[in-house]
């Protein structure tokens, strides 16, 4: 990512960042310590203020962004033994096609490819539910599999790719 770096007279540092495809992201740092930061689509496009933080704020944002509380995996990067295969956590919406099915009748993993491993339902996780286990509304669903199979079960969750259905013409 290249950082582009310029004095601005009577307010302080301008600091610009390639965020790629032309977006830019601008961050002026004023003499008296506050912090303004912009977003610019495209070249052609006028910034759009995104925030203003303080010094200590922008410390403490610039430190979560940097890693210090959270280090977060790159999974282009990470080598692991399941594979392709990667695990995600999916919400369950009260408008989800898959609420009030039980896991046989959603038939996910013959739609998806993907599998359900755990399932977790406010401060309680189910591991391994059993094909009886009915999808409520506010669930998460612990599931494994390629990136591809998880978009699937993503577009199941949400109607936007057809699942089974109660028509028994079609069986």
Do not use: C
């Amino acid at each position: 990512m290249t950082v582009y770096e310029a004095e601005v007279p009577g307010v302080g540092k301008k600091f610009e960042l390639d965020a790629g495809d032309g977006e830019r992201l601008i961050v002026i740092i004023h003499h008296d310590g506050k912090r303004e930061v912009y977003r610019r689509p495209d070249e052609n496009a006028d910034s759009e203020k995104l925030f203003t933080v303080a010094g200590e704020q922008a410390r403490k944002l610039g430190s979560i962004l940097e890693g210090a509380y959270f280090q977060p995996v790159e999974l282009d990067d990470v080598q692991v033994p399941l594979g392709d295969a990667i695990i995600e956590w999916l919400d369950v919406t009260a408008d989800s096609p898959l609420t009030g099915q039980t896991l046989r009748d959603a038939e996910i993993r013959q739609h998806t490819g993907a599998s359900v491993i755990a399932i977790q339902r406010g401060d309680q996780t189910r591991p391994n539910p059993g094909p009886e286990f009915t999808i409520e509304a506010d669930d998460i669903l612990v599931t494994m599999g390629t990136r591809d199979e998880l978009q699937a079960l993503t577009d199941l969750l949400s109607g936007d790719r057809e699942g089974p259905t109660d028509d028994a013409e079609g069986a």
